[in-house]
C-alpha cells in the first residue's frame, strides 16, 4: 500500500467520524428548532389573545396546552414513529377517539366571535404545519416524496381543485396521530 | 387496560424500539468506521487483504477529498442554521421585552442593534 491510499484511508476514517458527529448535533439542532419555532408561534399567540382580551377562555387555555405538549414531544417526532404508532393502531385495533383537551378547544372556539375564532384555528394549524415541516425534514426519503408531491399536486389542483383537498385531509390525517400521541403521552 | 393506557403503553415501547433503532444505527456506522480503520492500518503495515483493492479504488476516485468537502459543507451548514435559530431567538426574546420597558421607561437607551441582534448597517 503507498503512503498516498494510506492518507486517502484515513482521511474517509476521519471524515466519517466527524459526519457521525455532525449527525448527531444535527439531530438535536433539529428538535431545537421546531420548539423555538413553536415557541414564538405560541408568544405570538399570547399577545393575539392578551390583546383580544380571552386569555382565560378554554380556547386559549387548551390550545396552549396542546402547544406545550407539542414543545415536549418535539424529541419523539419521526417518521418511523408515525409507521410503528399506525403498525400498532391497526395490530391492537386501537381507534383514536379526539383526546379531551382538543375536544374541548373545538367546541370553545366555536363559541368564540368569527374573527378569533378563525385566528386562533390559524395559530392550530401553523402549528400542525410546523409539525409535518419537521417530520418531513427529518427524512430524506421523504423529501424527494414531498417534492414529486408537491409539483404532482401542483400540477393536479391546476385541473381538480379536489385534489388539494385530497392532499391536505392525507397529511392532516398523519399529523392528527402525531397530535393525538403528543397530549396523551406528554 | 383502557385505550388511554395502552396508547401510553405503546408509545413507552415505541420510545424504546426507536431510542435502541437510533443507537443501533450509530453503534453500527461507529463499528464500521473502526472496522475499516483496521483494515486500512492493517494494509499499511504490509499484509494483502481486500481492503487494498478498495482503497486504492478510493484513493483513485479522490473520494477521500470528497468525503472532506461533505464534512466541511455539512460544519458550515450546521453552523448557518444554529446562527438562524440564535438570532430567532433573539428577535423573540427582546421585542416584547423592550416594547413594555419603553411603555414603563420611555426614556430608556436602545442597544441600537437590529431586532434580530445584527449589527445596523450604518453602524458598519
Known amino acids: ?186 | 387496560l383502557s385505550e388511554d393506557r395502552l396508547e401510553r403503553l405503546i408509545s413507552r415501547g415505541i420510545d424504546g424500539l426507536v431510542g435502541l433503532l437510533h443507537t443501533g444505527i450509530i453503534g453500527v456506522v461507529v463499528i464500521f468506521i473502526f472496522f475499516y480503520a483496521k483494515e486500512v492500518l492493517v494494509a499499511f503495515a504490509g499484509k494483502e487483504t481486500a481492503a487494498n483493492l478498495a482503497l486504492s479504488l478510493a484513493a483513485n476516485l479522490q473520494l477521500d477529498r470528497w468525503l472532506a468537502y461533505l464534512v466541511g459543507a455539512s460544519g458550515v451548514g450546521y453552523g448557518i442554521r444554529q446562527r438562524q435559530v440564535r438570532r430567532r431567538n433573539i428577535e423573540r426574546m427582546t421585542g416584547h421585552n423592550a416594547e413594555v420597558e419603553k411603555q414603563v421607561h420611555p426614556t430608556r437607551t436602545s442597544s441600537g442593534l437590529t431586532a434580530k441582534g445584527k449589527t445596523r448597517r450604518e453602524d458598519r
Not at chain 1, 444535527?26 to 408568544?43: A, I
Not at chain 1, 427524512?139 to 383537498?165: C, D, E, M, N, Q
Open chain 1, 1 to 186: 500500500m503507498s503512503d498516498t491510499e494510506f492518507v486517502a484511508g484515513m482521511s474517509m476514517v476521519i471524515s466519517l467520524g466527524c459526519l457521525v458527529a455532525i449527525g448527531c448535533l444535527y439531530r438535536d439542532f433539529r428538535s431545537d428548532n421546531f420548539r423555538d419555532q413553536l415557541f414564538t408561534l405560541r408568544d405570538e399567540m399570547f399577545l393575539y389573545v392578551l390583546n383580544e382580551g380571552i386569555t382565560e377562555t378554554a380556547a386559549h387555555r387548551n390550545l396552549r396546552l396542546v402547544m406545550n405538549h407539542f414543545i415536549r414531544y418535539a424529541h419523539r417526532v419521526s417518521v418511523s414513529r408515525l409507521l410503528l404508532l399506525d403498525l400498532c393502531d391497526r395490530v391492537f385495533a386501537i381507534r383514536q377517539s379526539p383526546p379531551n383537551v382538543y375536544v374541548e378547544w373545538v367546541e370553545a372556539v366555536d363559541a368564540l366571535p368569527v374573527h378569533q375564532a378563525q385566528r386562533l384555528r390559524e395559530f392550530h394549524d401553523k402549528a400542525m404545519f410546523l409539525m409535518e415541516k419537521h417530520l418531513v425534514s427529518g427524512s430524506p426519503p421523504l423529501w424527494l416524496t414531498y417534492w414529486l408531491g408537491y409539483v404532482a399536486g401542483r400540477a393536479h389542483i391546476l385541473i381538480f381543485k379536489s385534489t388539494k383537498t385530497f392532499i391536505d385531509r392525507v397529511i392532516n390525517s398523519f399529523t392528527k396521530r402525531l397530535e393525538v400521541d403528543a397530549l396523551l403521552t406528554t
